[in-house]
């Protein structure tokens, strides 16, 4: 009897919440209806030449991912020279943006080639819901590679210690916990949201923001909890960052200015990546609906340019890795050989 009555209290507590964001406390009992089965993409631009350049350009850019995102995650796989925290947490990072590319570029390059560019209703919900936890697990990640580049830098005696197999292994459950409560969060209350009139989105991949604004009802509470929870998490992780390399930088440059030049040669590949990650996002959560559709093209970067550039960033730059891919790279051709 108990439980039953904390249950019902459960329920009705959810729905209030919900109808709370959602401005519309007195109709309780129209909040999951819907008229709406599935959404049309407006995508970048409606012309043919253009569609066809974006067209070449990801199929482009999906395939370079693809290879460039797996060498890595396999050198570091295979190669002993590479099983260390930092490289660890790399793999982990290029594995991420696999994913990311994999969750939009595809049913983009689908909707080029077939002219039809919908997504079911379903489909759209568990776009934004994977969106979001690929989004706040990296942002995590990004983090906690920021911690192993401090560690590594400001006290390399103990780094061995400090990042252990089992202090990897709780900063990358961490990052998948956070990101999967950060999914739970942006979708719980808006999965029920009605929608019974417009279903164009004007974008290529469905987002959070443009997905609410085409509700039935008044979302002006829903929008700010989207902005609050996605836009200040991004700028604060951003920040948070920014202001822990400059304190990485301010230690090394007391202890031997000499040695600044190394630690933000070090550095700068992580700054690259960490700007061309929150940059997009800052934008589309900090200023969700501009009057000109810059988020869209900003997306690109999130889902293509990004991916793309983080395995020749970290790779370029870095000696052991490149080695490390030279190394694949002959194995796989000597497999060939004698196959």
């Not at 350049?53 to 995102?69: D, E, H, K, P, R």
């Not at 440059?253 to 070090?266: D, I, M, V, Y």
Request: proline share 5%.
């Amino acid at each position: 009897m108990k439980s039953t009555s904390i249950s019902s209290f459960g329920t009705f507590f959810y729905n209030y919440f919900y109808l709370f964001l959602s401005g519309n406390t007195k109709s309780m009992h129209k909040a999951n209806y819907s008229s709406v089965s599935e959404f049309v993409f407006l995508g970048l631009s409606p012309s043919r030449p253009v569609q066809d350049f974006l067209l070449a350009f990801s199929t482009v850019c999906y395939g370079t991912i693809v290879l460039g995102n797996l060498l890595v995650v396999f050198a570091v796989i295979f190669d002993p020279h590479l099983h260390s925290p930092m490289y660890f947490l790399l793999a982990n990072l290029s594995f991420i943006d696999l994913c990311f590319s994999t969750l939009t570029v595809p049913k983009t390059l689908s909707d080029l080639c077939s002219g039809r560019k919908t997504i079911s209703f379903q489909g759209c919900v568990f776009q934004i819901f994977v969106l979001h936890i690929l989004g706040g697990s990296e942002m995590v990640l990004l983090t906690a590679m920021a911690l192993d580049r401090y560690v590594a830098i400001c006290k390399p005696l103990h780094y061995l210690t400090i990042m252990s197999p089992r202090m990897c292994l709780l900063l990358l459950c961490g990052a998948w916990a956070i990101g999967l409560i950060h999914a739970v969060v942006q979708v719980a209350f808006v999965v029920h949201l009605p929608f019974c009139g417009p279903n164009e989105i004007d974008s290529f991949y469905c987002d959070l923001p443009r997905f609410i604004k085409l509700a039935c009802i008044d979302t002006y509470r829903m929008e700010f909890m989207v902005t609050a929870n996605s836009g200040f998490i991004s700028m604060g992780a951003f920040f948070l960052l920014i202001v822990s390399y400059v304190f990485i930088l301010v230690t090394v440059w007391k202890r031997s200015s000499g040695s600044l030049c190394k630690a933000l040669s070090t550095l700068s590949a992580h700054i690259s990546v960490v700007i061309l990650f929150f940059g997009p996002c800052i934008f589309v959560y900090m200023w969700p609906f501009p009057t000109v559709p810059v988020d869209k093209f900003l997306a690109i970067l999130d889902f293509m340019i990004t991916p793309l550039l983080n395995p020749a960033i970290y790779t370029l730059r870095n000696k052991d890795m490149k080695m490390a891919v030279r190394r694949l790279s002959s194995q796989l051709l000597s497999w060939q050989k004698i196959s």
